[in-house]
């Protein structure tokens, strides 16, 4: 079973860019979908990005849209969310998944590995 840990989070002023890492263990996320999801304080945990195992695949929300995107670098075990054009409401716990499938897909249900989550805050 893979382990998921989050980084790159942090303090962006709105228009900012950031850029995410979700660094996998115990495990090659080679055969995994991976996606992000995010939590705003008070609100349900929402989809943002997935990619496919190889890479040739995203679904992305329309929130996003043209501001994210997601990479994933398999020697490494690592994704990646590069965030551009960020604006306060994209404040939120940025947590990564995966799930052992071959195409992206945004319902959470079956995701079954989940990092901690990296905070990322845009002021206005």
């Known amino acids: 079973q893979v382990q998921l840990v989050e980084s790159g989070g942090g303090l962006v002023q709105a228009r900012g860019s950031l850029r995410l890492s979700c660094a996998a263990s115990?495990?090659?996320?080679?055969?995994?979908?991976i996606a992000w999801f995010r939590q705003a304080p008070g609100k349900e945990r929402e989809f943002v990005v997935a990619?496919?195992?190889?890479?040739?695949?995203?679904y992305s929300a329309d929130a996003v849209k043209g501001r994210f995107m997601i990479s994933r670098d398999d020697a490494k075990n690592t994704v990646y969310l590069q965030m551009n054009s960020l604006k306060p409401e994209d404040t939120a716990v940025y947590f990564c998944a995966a799930v052992w499938r071959r195409s992206p897909t945004p319902e959470m249900k079956w995701y079954d590995t989940w990092g901690q989550g990296t905070q990322v805050t845009v002021s206005s």
């Open positions: 990619i496919s195992w190889g890479g040739d695949s995203t």
């Open positions: 115990g495990g090659t996320i080679r055969w995994y979908t």
